[in-house]
Structures are given as C-alpha cells and as structure tokens.
C-alpha cells in the first residue's frame, strides 16, 4: 500500500529527495481527465498519487468529474446532482466514461499510487466519505478542497488525512493548523498551494509545522525543478510523464542549474511574448467573469473582488512557471521573494468601476531588472485592446506602433487625465481644474490610473497626472509613455524611467508638456 507519508524535505538548492508526482484527474495529457484510462495509465506511469475530483448524482453516486455541469467533456449541460448515476453511467463510450469513486478504489486496490480526493462541496464530501468508508480497498487517501467539504470528511472519517488549503505568501502558522481541525482534533497533513505561492519562506515554515508542501498545477521541466530545489514535497501536474523524466534526469545526471545569468535581451524577449498571452487571456476573462464578491480593504471606498484575485493568482501562475526565480509583486497578495527581475501587476485597476458596472479598468503588468522597467502591457478589456512596450524597443497597440509627434499642442480644446487619491481630490485637485478650465482645457477623472496614464502614450488625451507613483499600478503605464515618444515629469522635472515611489507625476504629450508641467505644479503650490 502506497501512503503520502514521507519525511518533509528542505529548501536546500539540491533537494535530499525529489519531489513525489500527484497526477491530477490521472493522465490528461493522454486520456480523458477523470476516466479509468487516465487513473489506469497514472498508475502505470509511476504517479506516487493521483488526484480525482469527486461529485454526487442525484441519486447519491460518488462519481469522477471536474466541472459542475456534464457538458464541457460529457456533452450534457445538465448539472451532475441533477442526474441518476443509471444516465450519467450511459454518457461517453467505450472505457471513456464516468467512473464511480468505488470503482476507482476498486482498481487501486494493493497498488503503489495513492488517492487524493478534490470536493467542492459538504454534500459531495458526505457522499465521497460514505464511499471511501465502506470500500474494502487497500488504498492511501487524502482529501483536499473547500473548507466545509474537508470538515464534512473529518465528521465521517475522524483520521482522515486532509490538505491545508493556502492561498497567501505569508507562511503558515499554528493558529492555521488549529483552525484547519475545527474542534476534530485532526490537524492537516499537507499544505496545499499553487505555484504562485510556493515561496522558501513558506516551505521552511510548513516543515517547522510538520506539514509537507505540495504545490500545483507544474507541467513544465524548469518550475519542476525549481519548486523541488525550493523544498517542495509533492508536485501535481497535468504532465505526468514529463516530470517523471525531468526528475529522472536530475536523479541520474545531478541536478542541474543555469549555465549563466540570461541577458537583458533574452530576458525580454521572452516576457513580452508571455505578458502578450496573459494580457490577452486576462481581456478575455474579465469580460467573460461575472463579479461575484465584493468586499473592501482599508475603508468602504477601498473594495477588491473576486475577479482581482483570480486574475493574480492566474498571472501569477503564469509568470511564475516560465521565470521561477523572478520576484512579483502584486495589488492583492503583496511581495513574493526573487531575483533581480520583478514582475508588477494590479489586475484590475478601477475595481471600484467594475464593482458597478461601469465599463473602464485595466489590468497593468510591469517587468523590471535592477529597479528598470523591462516590458510592460496594459490591458483594457472592454475595448478589447492590449498596449505593450519594451525597453528601446517602442511600443505598440494592434502591432501598430505608437509614436507622439514633436509638435507644439495648446491646451484649449485638450483632454487631461487624471484620477482621485483614493476617493478624494488629492492635494491641488481643484486649483488644478481651475487653471485648465481658464485655459479651456478639461479635465477628466475616468477611474483607472493605469489607463488615464496608458491613453496618453495612445495620443488619447494631451496629458495625464496621479497623486503618487506605485509601480504595481503604474509602472506599464509609464514604460508605454516613455516608449512611444512621450514626457515623464515629477515637480522638479523630466525623468528616465520610473518616478520615485509616491512621488506625484505627470506625463504628456511632448508638445504641451512645458505648459501643463507649469499649470500643474503651480496647482500642487510648489512652484
């Protein structure tokens, strides 16, 4: 019998033992998720466990499946607890169907894998519990999933070996694991966290706990090796096969590490083309994502939703598994440790305009080296467009290059940007609309200071201002103006690459940007 009970490793740059492979819904890459064949060619393949997500049919069948519904692989949008196991057994063909949870132990019956079961719900979890109570299998199993489903799988299965489910870059404490067994007495096992979280801080703090770390979702050889070297104890992956080579190779060949740091140019070559994909997968899901939750932050005006943080942890996951060693700092979960190289990101600025429907935020995504910004993309998804910048190298929007002209601009007639600091005019707001309205000059507050400043690289709009410099808000933004030909001023100035951090600053078109640096400092009453 197989059990997930190996000593913790540590962080060390060589880890004393790989990693074991968990292999999620069993071999995707070659069968259909969730089906025998996939936990069937799992097990050949050497996974040291095998995750299946687990639901309830209507009539109270443990059965293998991801999704809610039965449409995304089965072809039926009905929702499985709406459906008998006798017309759930009848979908698909062949060997690719649905399984039931007993059958599955049934086949891991004596064999090395173990069984991690995902649920979502109590009501699944009672049901999977009941199955896995009942079975007569000699077979490992842990549970992971929501915290009501895990306390249901505790109140049937006293012992039962849960995963601490973590989503945070500070480390675990003892407080976590007591609240984790809620009143059972049976602390988690296991921490279990994505790959955008997994930092040495945490592994180290996990093992001082006495919990193992297991981190998903890894496919890639280079942030395998990276999450085995950063300490971690299992890895869960869609990629059985090719892990299990890359840690082969490492076993037999040593383990291996860069050959030398990478220079600017490759670095940035490689996080354009990766930023460019994740802008245009975050455009498309905020468009697609209802807002669900919304809750505020340091007061009522401050709020963060649901879409703010899936859209980190997604981008953070991204970036993550191409640049492992990058340091990223994001708007919702803070600093995680790295390199030189660190990545900022806010990935919905202008919640507050999301949270009531009003169509105007944008995601910004910033690398920088040594403190330099690098590459930057801002996405606005609502008008479906992607601006991008690399240092030296322009920037674009529809690879149509971005560039601001040289001619004198008056402000009569001009649009400037610019946002509130927080919810209230920052300091010189309101001298500053005065001096632009006697110039007939307007001013405009559209609620995202990553597009106010993005839209003047654009030539939308003569000039754009914000009341202190974050680079996680900022920092694409301002690369993009640099980029296309634009003006950076703080009060006392031009400046190259990025303004001090909470500094006010301004950019604008090179034609006006004598005139409103003028108004705008005489505004700020430091003239």
């Not at 069993?26 to 969730?34: D, I, Q, Y």
């Not at 842990?142 to 945070?168: K, N």
Request: charged share 25%.
């Amino acid at each position: 019998m197989t059990t997930l009970d190996q000593a913790p490793t540590t962080g060390h740059l060589r880890p004393r033992t790989r990693p074991a492979l968990v292999a999620r819904g069993g071999a995707p890459r070659v069968r259909r998720e969730n089906t025998m064949p996939a936990v069937a060619v799992a097990e050949a393949l050497g996974a040291e466990a095998i995750e299946v997500d687990v639901r309830r049919t209507s009539d109270g069948v443990a059965v293998l499946l991801h999704d809610e519904t039965l449409g995304r692989l089965w072809g039926d949008a009905r929702r499985v607890d709406e459906v008998p196991w006798c017309e759930v057994a009848r979908l698909g063909n062949g060997l690719d169907r649905i399984p039931r949870l007993d059958a599955v132990l049934e086949r891991l019956d004596g064999c090395r894998s173990a069984l991690v079961v995902t649920c979502r719900s109590a009501e699944d979890a009672e049901v999977a519990a009941d199955t896995v109570a009942t079975s007569s299998a000699d077979v490992s199993v842990a549970w992971r999933g929501a915290p009501d489903a895990l306390r249901a799988v505790r109140a049937a299965l006293p012992d039962a070996d849960t995963w601490l489910a973590w989503e945070s870059l500070e480390p675990p404490t003892c407080d976590d694991l007591v609240g984790a067994a809620a009143g059972t007495g049976a602390e988690p096992s296991t921490l279990d966290l994505d790959v955008a979280f997994l930092t040495p801080r945490t592994v180290a703090a996990a093992h001082r706990l006495g919990l193992r770390v297991a981190v998903r979702t890894v496919n890639d050889p280079e942030p395998a090796l990276w999450a085995a070297r950063t300490g971690a104890d299992l890895v869960a992956t869609d990629d059985l096969a090719t892990l299990h080579a890359t840690f082969a190779a490492a076993e037999r060949d040593g383990w291996p590490t860069a050959a030398h740091e990478p220079s600017e140019a490759e670095v940035a070559s490689r996080a354009q083309a990766l930023a460019h994909r994740i802008a245009h997968e975050v455009v498309a899901f905020t468009r697609e994502h209802p807002v669900g939750q919304v809750a505020t932050k340091a007061h009522a005006a401050d709020l963060v939703t649901d879409v703010d943080r899936l859209v980190e942890q997604h981008v953070r996951g991204r970036v993550r598994a191409a640049f492992p060693t990058h340091g990223f700092t994001g708007e919702e979960y803070g600093d995680a440790p790295g390199d030189r190289h660190r990545w900022y990101l806010d990935p919905v600025d202008g919640t507050t305009n999301l949270a009531n429907g009003v169509p105007w935020t944008s995601m910004s995504l910033c690398l920088t080296r040594g403190g330099q910004p690098v590459v930057g993309v801002v996405a606005d998804p609502w008008r479906g467009e992607v601006l991008e910048a690399r240092r030296g190298r322009g920037a674009v929007l529809r690879d149509r290059p971005l560039r601001l002209d040289d001619d004198p601009r008056p402000l009569a007639g001009a649009v400037v940007g610019t946002e509130l600091d927080g919810h209230r005019p920052w300091p010189g707001f309101g001298r500053f609309l005065d001096a632009l309205a006697e110039r007939s000059c307007t001013l405009r507050v559209p609620g995202s200071g990553t597009l106010t400043i993005a839209q003047v690289a654009a030539g939308r709009g003569i000039g754009g201002c914000v009341s202190a410099f974050d680079p996680v808000d900022h920092g694409a933004a301002v690369l993009l103006v640099h980029e296309a030909g634009g003006v950076v001023l703080t009060r006392s100035g031009p400046v190259d690459g990025f303004p001090p951090l909470g500094e006010p600053f301004l950019v604008a078109h090179p034609g006006a940007a004598d005139e409103l640096h003028t108004v705008w400092v005489s505004a700020l009453g430091v003239l």
